[in-house]
């Protein structure tokens, strides 16, 4: 089984791009940081095709938080005589992580519309 789920911040605006075949796809890179803070911070080159890239390209931009799932694939490419082998994520689903600004929304926002806010969670029942 190929499979990775990673949870970091863009590290800068998706490209959305049209191959020769006409089919969409957008690439872009997250930046995930490791538990200790000393340690040195992965960086993953991502690619996303059809919708998914699409989506990703028209939501979310440099600094956004995303949690990416998707395929470990390796390409190898030859280049001035000598062949390197590059690794990057091929993204299957994501999703949307923090606010918009690359944030949690803070305890200030508005509530969405359809939703009332709650003045005092403690007086709750549960």
């Not at 000393?38 to 080159?45: A, G, I, K, S, Y």
């Not at 690619?47 to 890239?53: D, I, L, S």
């Not at 990703?56 to 799932?69: C, F």
């Not at 994501?94 to 918009?100: E, H, R, S, Y």
Request: aromatic share 10%; charged share 25%.
């Amino acid at each position: 089984m190929n499979q990775i789920i990673i949870h970091g911040r863009l590290v800068r605006d998706p490209e959305l791009k049209t191959a020769a075949s006409g089919n969409e796809f957008c690439k872009f890179t997250v930046a995930v940081d490791r538990r200790k803070k000393e340690d040195p911070t992965d960086f993953f080159d991502c690619t996303a095709f059809g919708k998914t890239g699409v989506a990703i390209s028209k939501y979310l931009t440099k600094g956004r938080e995303i949690l990416v799932q998707g395929r470990m694939e390796s390409n190898t490419v030859d280049k001035d005589g000598q062949k390197r082998t590059y690794w990057g994520i091929n993204v299957e689903t994501f999703d949307f992580c923090g606010g918009p600004g690359g944030s949690a929304p803070s305890a200030d926002a508005p509530a969405p519309d359809g939703f009332t806010a709650v003045p005092d969670p403690e007086g709750l029942p549960f």
